[in-house]
């Protein structure tokens, strides 16, 4: 069986451990927030590079219209796919960054209250030492 921790030893630990422990949790929040930017910023750009290919689908289909009808067909459908991944990439991308954003907003409610908890603990430790 542990023995129990003092109340003035478990208070002086809890002050001493916040910030070390407020820390890495923004720490944590830094990496986190960090890495699905990134994946924002690459989801755009894969959004941006298959606009581009579904525009030379469709400049390519124009210019053989007339003498290839059934490759201006084909880059037709090119044209389409790439209109429909370009719009799930973006959509994916804006995703992401609801999901950025809610998870910052929870980590900011989630300190504030895990500081009101260790504040709440010392002041209840204040009263068992008088």
């Known amino acids: ?25 923004k ?16 989801a ?26 059934i490759e201006a067909a084909r880059q037709r459908g090119r044209q389409e796919a790439y209109d429909e991944m370009a719009k799930a990439l973006d959509i994916d991308a804006k995703d992401l960054e609801s999901i950025r954003t809610s998870l910052h907003r929870e980590l900011a409610d989630k300190e504030r209250q895990f500081t009101e908890r260790l504040r709440l603990a010392a002041k209840k430790s204040d009263r068992t030492d008088e």
Do not use: F
């Open 27 to 42: 720490e944590i929040a830094n990496i986190v927030g960090g890495k699905l930017k990134n994946m924002v910023a690459r």
């Open 44 to 69: 755009k750009d894969r959004a941006a590079h298959t606009q581009e290919k579904a525009d030379e689908a469709n400049a390519l289909a124009n210019r053989v219209k007339d003498s290839d009808p």
């Open 1 to 25: 069986m542990a023995l129990p921790i003092p109340p003035a030893v478990l208070k002086w630990l809890l002050v001493l451990l916040q910030p070390q422990i407020e820390a890495l949790v």
